[in-house]
């Protein structure tokens, strides 16, 4: 992809986190990433997305350094860069503090697949990442965040293509996907089946989880070499 083409698409990632309802204030983040040229682009940090335009984003590249760019990238700029580092397969990352799903990152709690809405997007049970430690805090908080996700995705063998979102723990969800796009789809799809599932349990709280043969159904007909859905 043309450089300014992302541009905008990551301007319009941006923007649709108001409008989807995923924000308030300036509590998220998009960014998107060329990855032969290795360089990825990110909202300024603090600024109102109503003031966002294609030259107010921050281009970085792997290493952390700013390529293009007068305003100070997002402050969780590092944790997008070792995510696009480590995750090779993905292209574009949200973070948001929406609400259904920053509960479950405060509760520390998992979200199970109960349903084929959420087979649709996320291939089983969406994790937690652990608390960071005081040290890492201290230390680095958003590289360190970014390798907890990290390593929990390597510890519980979670594929994160097909596991494009997670709950920081004490903290809130971050989603990724194909492009910065997709990566906000994700974010919707996310609090959407988080505001079902405390619905569910409100109505039943011991249910069970889709069965497997069902979720496998729904997953694969949107993703993978066999998938048929959509135009």
């Given at each position: ?188 799809a996310l ?16 249910q069970a989880p ?22």
């Amino acid at each position: 992809m043309h450089l300014l083409d992302l541009r905008h698409q990551v301007l319009e990632a941006n923007l649709m986190l108001e409008r989807e309802g995923l924000v308030r204030l300036t509590w998220g983040n998009v960014s998107g990433i060329d990855r032969d040229k290795g360089w990825f682009v990110i909202k300024p940090s603090g600024v109102a997305y109503s003031d966002l335009s294609v030259d107010k984003l921050v281009i970085l590249d792997l290493e952390g350094e700013v390529v293009e760019g007068k305003l100070n990238p997002s402050s969780d700029t590092p944790t997008h860069r070792i995510l696009y580092r480590e995750f090779e397969g993905i292209g574009g990352i949200c973070h948001t503090h929406s609400v259904h799903a920053t509960q479950f990152s405060q509760a520390g709690n998992e979200l199970p697949c109960h349903g084929t809405t959420h087979a649709d997007h996320f291939y089983g049970t969406v994790p937690v990442v652990r608390e960071l430690t005081e040290a890492e805090v201290a230390d680095d908080y958003e590289t360190n965040t970014g390798l907890a996700i990290v390593e929990t995705f390597r510890e519980r063998e979670i594929n994160p293509v097909e596991m494009p979102a997670c709950f920081q723990a004490f903290h809130a969800p971050f989603t990724w996907g194909k492009n910065a796009i997709d990566a906000v789809k994700n974010s919707v799809a996310l609090e959407v089946c988080c505001e079902m599932a405390l619905g569910t349990w409100s109505l039943k709280a011991d249910q069970a989880p889709l069965p497997a043969h069902i979720l496998q159904k729904h997953y694969l007909r949107k993703h993978g070499p066999g998938a048929y859905y959509g135009q």
